[in-house]
């Protein structure tokens, strides 16, 4: 495919160009902006094209539509960022941002803030139901069906709007077919809500028989890999069994991702790193940031393609709200919080050396008189973090307090990394029996050496296929634990080890269950250490309490990220009612 042969589609288009995509792509229901939750699916007769006018049939309809259902998912591409991150621990707003901004943090969010709008994510649901509705999957092109790999991916785009909006909202209707009429809207608003685990349930039905179908590619539009645009329908299997309590089926999903034969996917190696050569602390190496950005990072699997102008269409505000930049007069909105400060200095930082030529050593780095700030135990947040003051005349309009979070891109909003699938795998393999797995994903990385000399044999057998790794692919040269990619050398720290009993308990199953808990908040906070400002952080913490029962795991954190305790915060998230947008 050449470069760019869909970046103009309408004649005018510039960058992706998704919007004129949309205005020309048939047979996609558009909907209007809706006013309340009972009219979340109104339609709009002018904006409305009827089945028997449309039918997807053509193989340029599948790219159309595919496009068309990417521009409604630009529409929600900032608040998922947002409503992950600015409630969690991490993120806080600063004097200077929006009162938006100060009210998805202050858990005060009402109906008329432009980050809760259910009907942004219907449309998207919308769009597929019409999508998988019309699709004629009879039609072949080189003995292949022509919508087979679009029909794919757009069953993944539905039920990972799903999983966001109930995230977001708790329960919600399940509408599987489109709707096309008001009266289709209103019957469909009238049926019981689903929550979390049933929406769960009903999409691992719907998706694993995709499992082995290829994604779309289209290949480099406007120097943007189109293959990054599609969500992995294993990965987002795993998510789904993750959150649905289905430990078992979610590792087992992750694994097979990781494994496919030809299409393998490693840690890799990246990391920010003390200078090795030298054991004085002066020099840091950074091989992490540039590989977990947006679009061109080794690190992303899937991400939100949005706009450089508004011209062509949705265009992220997330630079201008994190960054000090010139359109923003350098006055940036949001910043990182006491709370992730304090987690990233609480982190040991180990460095394994070479002592003499028959001799290594291990040696921690030290937590003062360092020559820059967040250099303290992981360095992920130095690496990502950019802070400084600079000299301005008295009136300038300019601000002097400048940040740079250099994880943000405004080419794209990321959706899955390859660390964060890795950690969920652990997650998964932990709730599942196997905390030995779990930690060595943490702290050594998967590779069949690690896993015969790290995992006992009861384990090993137990955990059966899910430690199958190629011995030719995985390997100590392109596999460490995730760990080690802001904490220095894990396989040598002897402060980051297995939790065990003070004193020996009854039976192997006890010391299993007495270490799952403990395993987990590991894993949770290595999520927080790399995934901090990607939007995740409040649904790990929510993930956790729900499957805890315990709502003080996720209220906890949140009221500290100040520093000190805020009741009202820790009050107010210790109903679980209140961790969920109106939708009214």
Known sequence: ????????????????????????????????????????????????????????????????SVMGIISKMQVIADR????????????????????????????????????????????????CNYFLATADTTLKKRNRSVFEREYAA????????????????????????????????????????????????????????YVDTDLPAYGVINSQNSKKFFIPVRVLLGDLCLWGGRYQEA????????????????????RVAWNSRTTDFKSVSNGYTNAVTSSGGSEVITYIPMESTVFDGVKSNLPD??????????????????????????????????????????LFAPKDNLLESYQEGDLRLYANY????????????????????????????????????YLHFAEALNRAGYPQSALAVLKYGLYPEMITTRIDSVERDAAGSLLDFSQTVFTRNNTQGIHSRGCGDSPANNRY??????????????????QIPLVEDMIVRELALETAFEGRRFYDLMRVALR??????????ISIRNGERDENIYQKLSNTANWYLPKE
């Open 386 to 421: 950019q802070h400084q003051v600079v000299n301005q005349q008295a009136y300038s309009r300019y601000s002097s307090d400048r940040q740079t979070l250099r994880k943000l891109n405004a080419d794209g909003v990321t959706l899955y990394r390859v660390s964060e699938v």
């Open 251 to 270: 590792a087992q999903f992750y694994h097979d991702y990781l494994t496919k034969v030809g299409e393998e996917v490693t840690t890799g190696t990246n």
């Open 497 to 514: 080890v297995l939790p065990q009993p003070a004193t020996r308990l009854e039976s192997r199953a006890d010391t299993v269950d007495y």
């Open 1 to 64: 495919m050449k470069r760019n042969q869909y970046t103009s589609i309408s004649g005018r288009a510039q960058g992706l160009g998704l919007r004129s995509v949309m205005k020309a792509s048939l047979g996609l229901l558009l909907m209007g902006t809706l006013g309340s939750c009972s009219d979340l699916l109104d339609t709009d007769s002018e904006l409305v094209e009827f089945v028997e006018d449309n039918r997807l049939n053509t193989p340029e309809d599948s790219v159309y």
């Open 321 to 362: 709200y994190f960054n000090s930049i010139n359109a923003n007069n350098y006055y940036f909105q949001v910043e990182p919080s006491k709370r992730i400060k304090q987690l990233s200095a609480a982190e040991d930082y180990c460095m394994e050396y070479v002592a003499s030529d028959t001799r290594r050593d291990t």
């Open 548 to 557: 805890r029962n315990d709502p003080a795991y996720l209220a906890n954190p």
């Open 154 to 209: 757009v069953k993944a785009y539905r039920a990972w709007t799903y999983f966001e909006a109930a995230k977001v909202y708790g329960s919600i209707p399940l509408v599987t077919t489109p709707v096309l009429t008001e009266s289709e809207a209103r019957a469909a608003m009238n049926q019981a809500p689903v929550d979390m685990k049933a929406l769960c349930d009903y999409f691992v039905n719907d998706l694993t028989p």
């Open 80 to 127: 998922t960022l947002l409503l992950g991150e600015l409630r969690g621990d991490l993120l806080v707003p600063t004097a200077n941002a929006g009162a938006d901004l100060k009210a998805i943090s202050s858990l005060t969010i009402g109906a008329d803030n432009p980050y809760n709008n259910i009907s942004d994510y219907y449309a998207i649901i919308n769009n």
